[in-house]
């Protein structure tokens, strides 16, 4: 299988107004979105984005409403075309493409997952599913049964011939979801997909999303507001406000090194042991005198649990092989989990 692409995002600018390429400059020069659209009626929704989205990964891009990620989405498969920069799909430039190849581009590579569901209320739900197979020119039983398949995955076996209104709402997002997949595109786009739903409902989503993508190893680009949905499933994350890029990196690196008091104000509520390594934390290098060992790679809130159960107060942290790489105290673990940390 070949190894999934990256997306590039460089210098990308978008004005909105009827003079935006003319703007650029000015933004450029550092008038701000409020000066831009008092003195010019211009809407900067895009500034400087520079941004590496991993192949095989899930970036997530998060902010307020306002804070321009949803036009940052619809950029990558040229919804809304940029005013300035470039969005690199391996070597394509997604911004250059001509019409015919932004079609192809649309039909195969990528795949769209609404908040708003955009099922198709006249159709069922194997209907929905096909439905990107058939703008591909697939259809018939090799298209039913390529859906069925995805149906099945994402839990809907038996409502294959339930028309929307039939279903809840999560439901109905999982038919989204298997009409994505369904399609077989490299990148998944979701924007504010699981939004509209309730809380228990969206941890379920989530968990089925982070189960497909253990195996499928999609380019995935989610987009949310709510900073535990993006802890829990991005790889990497970007935050965004007034449409530039405040910081991005790993969850980890997010809640441990804020990059200033409005991601500080962002992160002061998140359950730290959700979120940090065990390896983040511990003596790199010593070894403890215990029977106990923790696993690289898992949560703090897994180690305090492992930790309570035995009643050991230190442990060493090991890798795969067994091969110890430090150690870790119940004492160091609590705090991490409570408290900012300096390593």
Same mark, same amino acid.
């Given at each position: 299988?070949?190894?999934?692409?990256?997306?590039?995002?460089?210098?990308?600018?978008?004005?909105?107004?009827?003079?935006?390429?003319?703007?650029?400059?000015?933004?450029?020069?550092?008038?701000?979105?409020?000066?831009?659209?008092?003195?010019?009626?211009?809407?900067?929704?895009?500034?400087?984005?520079?941004?590496?989205?991993?192949?095989?990964?899930?970036?997530?891009?998060?902010?307020?409403?306002?804070?321009?990620?949803?036009?940052?989405?619809?950029?990558?498969?040229?919804?809304?075309?940029?005013?300035?920069?470039?969005?690199?799909?391996?070597?394509?430039?997604?911004?250059? +493409?001509? @019409?015919?190849? $932004?079609?192809?581009?649309?039909?195969?590579?990528?795949?769209? #997952? /609404?908040?708003?569901?955009? =099922?198709?209320?006249?159709?069922?739900?194997?209907?929905?599913?096909?439905?990107?197979?058939?703008?591909?020119?697939?259809?018939?039983?090799?298209?039913?049964?390529?859906?069925?398949?995805?149906?099945?995955?994402?839990?809907?076996?038996?409502?294959?011939?339930?028309?929307?209104?039939?279903?809840?709402?999560?439901?109905?997002?999982?038919?989204?979801?298997?009409?994505?997949?369904?399609?077989?595109?490299?990148?998944?786009?979701?924007?504010?997909?699981?939004?509209?739903?309730?809380?228990?409902?969206?941890?379920? +989503?989530? @968990?089925?999303? $982070?189960?497909?993508?253990?195996?499928?190893?999609?380019?995935? #680009? /989610?987009?949310?507001?709510? =900073?535990?949905?993006?802890?829990?499933?991005?790889?990497?994350?970007?935050?965004?406000?007034?449409?530039?890029?405040?910081?991005?990196?790993?969850?980890?690196?997010?809640?441990?090194?804020?990059?200033?008091?409005?991601?500080?104000?962002?992160?002061?509520?998140?359950?730290?042991?959700?979120?940090?390594?065990?390896?983040?934390?511990?003596?790199?290098?010593?070894?403890?005198?215990?029977?106990?060992?923790?696993?690289?790679?898992?949560?703090?809130?897994?180690?305090?649990?492992?930790?309570?159960?035995?009643?050991?107060?230190?442990?060493?942290?090991?890798?795969?092989?067994?091969?110890?790489?430090?150690?870790?105290?119940?004492?160091?673990?609590?705090?991490?989990?409570?408290?900012?940390?300096?390593?």
């Amino acid at each position: 299988m070949a190894e999934p692409h990256g997306i590039e995002i460089k210098n990308l600018y978008k004005i909105f107004g009827p003079d935006g390429a003319s703007m650029v400059e000015r933004v450029i020069n550092g008038m701000s979105k409020q000066e831009l659209n008092e003195k010019h009626n211009h809407v900067l929704g895009l500034n400087d984005i520079n941004i590496s989205m991993p192949g095989g990964k899930i970036t997530v891009v998060m902010g307020l409403s306002g804070s321009g990620k949803s036009t940052l989405i619809r950029h990558i498969n040229r919804l809304i075309d940029p005013t300035a920069g470039e969005v690199l799909y391996g070597e394509q430039d997604v911004c250059k +493409m001509s @019409t015919s190849e $932004l079609r192809e581009f649309r039909r195969h590579r990528t795949a769209m #997952v /609404f908040q708003k569901f955009a =099922l198709l209320p006249h159709r069922t739900v194997m209907q929905n599913t096909v439905y990107g197979l058939e703008i591909q020119g697939i259809s018939g039983k090799k298209a039913e049964a390529k859906a069925a398949q995805w149906i099945s995955r994402v839990g809907l076996d038996g409502f294959e011939d339930n028309y929307p209104n039939q279903l809840s709402g999560g439901m109905q997002q999982r038919v989204g979801l298997a009409r994505a997949l369904t399609n077989d595109a490299d990148i998944l786009l979701m924007d504010e997909a699981f939004s509209a739903l309730d809380p228990l409902i969206r941890m379920d +989503m989530q @968990t089925v999303l $982070l189960d497909l993508q253990q195996e499928l190893h999609k380019t995935i #680009v /989610f987009i949310t507001h709510d =900073l535990d949905e993006a802890l829990r499933l991005g790889d990497k994350i970007a935050i965004l406000r007034d449409g530039a890029v405040i910081q991005q990196g790993s969850g980890q690196e997010i809640v441990l090194r804020p990059a200033d008091e409005y991601i500080s104000n962002f992160v002061q509520e998140v359950n730290r042991g959700r979120v940090i390594l065990v390896d983040t934390v511990m003596d790199r290098g010593e070894v403890a005198e215990t029977d106990m060992v923790l696993q690289q790679g898992i949560l703090l809130e897994e180690a305090a649990k492992q930790f309570a159960e035995s009643g050991h107060a230190i442990a060493n942290v090991v890798d795969k092989s067994g091969k110890p790489l430090g150690s870790l105290s119940m004492q160091q673990a609590i705090s991490a989990m409570v408290t900012p940390n300096s390593h």
